[in-house]
């Protein structure tokens, strides 16, 4: 018989592409026998073929439905554990954290008023920058009508510019500007500034957006694991 202690632990967005290792990953665990819920707004989400149960969920961002949804599986399957694994369910879920803790499971995430800080990348550069932390450059762009005027400055400082949005996640609105201006999307897609701007001006909801000298590698992430203020992992 296996010494492990069982526990039933849901994750979400299981339609991510390194969620399949995740997975493989947890079930060699020495010390707990887990039984995965796993959840995504897709059917077809990859991971579902590695959990031993799996649900589709409306977006993260229809807080009432989707928190409804998960206390339902957290009382079906007597849930211990969530761990969201996308930017809008974490939002959504350190939210509720005290309604999921009545519930008698526990979701891995921060409280809510910093998760809304981490969550936007303008939000966090304002907070570091209150801090008086050192930080690259960086300035905000508001709305489409200051586009051009923000990229002609800043492209007389920096040759190579990064133009995103604040609030998407991944790669997308995420915009590359050399020196002649010469414009490319993430994936290498050529567009002019007139084509850019126009795009925004369609997409107000993008807004603000963020203006960045580009950089060059090599260039490193930093994952850190904290627990109670105290740091057990940076990767």
């Given at each position: 018989?296996?010494?492990r202690?069982?526990?039933n632990?849901l994750?979400?967005?299981?339609?991510?592409?390194?969620?399949?290792?995740?997975?493989i990953?947890?079930?060699?665990?020495k010390?707990?026998h887990?039984?995965?819920?796993?959840?995504d707004i897709?059917e077809d989400a990859v991971?579902?073929?590695?959990?031993?149960?799996?649900y589709?969920?409306?977006?993260?961002?229809?807080?009432k439905?989707?928190?409804?949804?998960?206390?339902e599986?957290?009382?079906?399957?007597?849930?211990k554990?969530?761990?969201?694994?996308?930017?809008?369910e974490s939002?959504?879920?350190?939210?509720?954290k005290k309604?999921?803790?009545?519930?008698n499971s526990?979701?891995v995430?921060?409280d809510?008023e910093?998760i809304?800080?981490l969550?936007?990348?303008?939000?966090?550069?304002?907070?570091?920058?209150k801090?008086?932390?050192?930080?690259?450059?960086w300035?905000?762009?508001?709305s489409?009508?200051?586009?051009?005027?923000i990229?002609n400055?800043?492209?007389?400082k920096?040759?190579n510019?990064?133009l995103?949005?604040?609030?998407?996640?991944g790669?997308?609105?995420?915009?590359?500007?050399d020196?002649e201006?010469?414009i490319?999307d993430f994936?290498?897609n050529?567009?002019?500034?007139?084509e850019?701007?126009e795009d925004?001006?369609l997409?107000?909801?993008?807004?603000?957006?963020?203006?960045?000298?580009?950089?060059?590698?090599?260039?490193?992430?930093?994952?850190?694991?904290?627990?109670?203020?105290?740091?057990l992992?940076?990767?």
């Amino acid at each position: 018989m296996s010494s492990r202690k069982k526990i039933n632990l849901l994750i979400t967005c299981v339609g991510g592409e390194l969620i399949p290792q995740l997975l493989i990953l947890m079930r060699k665990s020495k010390v707990f026998h887990i039984n995965i819920i796993g959840v995504d707004i897709r059917e077809d989400a990859v991971g579902k073929h590695f959990c031993d149960y799996f649900y589709k969920v409306p977006v993260g961002t229809k807080e009432k439905q989707y928190i409804a949804i998960i206390s339902e599986l957290i009382r079906k399957h007597k849930i211990k554990i969530i761990i969201p694994a996308s930017d809008e369910e974490s939002v959504t879920l350190s939210k509720n954290k005290k309604k999921i803790r009545e519930l008698n499971s526990t979701v891995v995430i921060d409280d809510y008023e910093k998760i809304k800080i981490l969550n936007n990348k303008l939000e966090t550069y304002k907070f570091l920058k209150k801090k008086e932390l050192a930080l690259p450059f960086w300035e905000e762009v508001g709305s489409h009508d200051q586009l051009e005027q923000i990229i002609n400055k800043c492209n007389e400082k920096y040759e190579n510019l990064v133009l995103k949005s604040t609030n998407q996640r991944g790669s997308r609105s995420v915009y590359f500007i050399d020196k002649e201006k010469r414009i490319s999307d993430f994936f290498n897609n050529k567009v002019t500034l007139k084509e850019l701007i126009e795009d925004f001006k369609l997409n107000e909801k993008l807004f603000p957006l963020m203006i960045m000298e580009k950089y060059f590698k090599p260039v490193y992430d930093i994952d850190i694991l904290t627990w109670k203020g105290k740091l057990l992992k940076t990767v």
